[in-house]
């Protein structure tokens, strides 16, 4: 068993791939944003992972190089499927971590970084590279430059097909593509196969 000092960053991914019971995530851009999304609410971990903008959106360069170490040392894998997981070693590894949290306070922190991240890997675990794209583009786009993606993706055509899975509602398509939520609604009542109020 390895003893070491708490690691922020493998904390982190750590974190993300064990929660909803464990739950692989499909590829490293759609982790990356997660991880983006997840830790906007924390500044000390936000700080720490140092998101800057990049050709896909905002990247984190310490989370990359902790993920990529983890995969070394078989805490997570590239299950078949080509998605990330945390493997049982990572799982061990992160309850020593998670048991580093001494003090209330932490602890209290631990908890809500929990529940975020859950929230989070539940509302976009399924998205699409395009989608989780067109989603961040759109709600961050300070983080737009210096993407390869950005001027090509159809965001109206995205955030319709969205729509159709119960991925967004009308009231986040008129957020992200700053319209009223009547421009929005009659985007779709035209556009959709079948609308729903939500």
């Known amino acids: 068993?390895?003893?070491?000092?708490?690691?922020?960053?493998?904390?982190?991914?750590?974190?993300?791939?064990r929660s909803r019971d464990n739950e692989p995530i499909k590829q490293k851009i759609l982790f990356q944003k997660i991880a983006f999304l997840s830790l906007l609410n924390f500044e000390k971990w936000f700080q720490i992972a140092d998101f800057k903008a990049?050709?896909?959106?905002?990247?984190?360069?310490?989370?990359?190089t902790s993920s990529a170490q983890l995969l070394e040392l078989r805490d997570i894998v590239i299950n078949p499927k080509g998605e990330l997981?945390?493997?049982?070693?990572?799982?061990?590894?992160?309850?020593?971590?998670?048991?580093?949290?001494?003090?209330?306070?932490?602890?209290?922190?631990?908890?809500?970084l929990e529940k975020i991240i859950s929230n989070v890997k539940e509302d976009?675990?399924?998205f699409t590279t395009n989608e989780i794209l067109a989603f961040i583009y759109k709600s961050f786009p300070r983080y737009i430059e210096p993407s390869i993606k950005a001027e090509e993706l159809e965001y109206e055509k995205l955030f319709l097909k969205m729509y159709e899975e119960g991925k967004i509602g009308v009231s986040k398509i008129a957020e992200l593509m700053e319209w009223t939520y009547d421009?929005?609604?009659?985007?779709?009542?035209?556009?959709?196969?079948?609308?729903?109020?939500?």
């Open 124 to 126: 976009f675990n399924d």
């Open 54 to 64: 990049h050709r896909f959106g905002p990247y984190s360069a310490p989370l990359d």
């Open 1 to 17: 068993m390895r003893e070491e000092e708490f690691d922020p960053l493998s904390f982190i991914v750590l974190e993300i791939l």
């Open 183 to 198: 421009r929005a609604y009659d985007f779709i009542k035209q556009n959709a196969k079948k609308v729903v109020l939500r």
């Open 85 to 112: 997981e945390i493997t049982e070693d990572g799982r061990e590894y992160s309850d020593r971590l998670h048991a580093q949290f001494e003090d209330e306070e932490s602890k209290k922190m631990d908890k809500e």
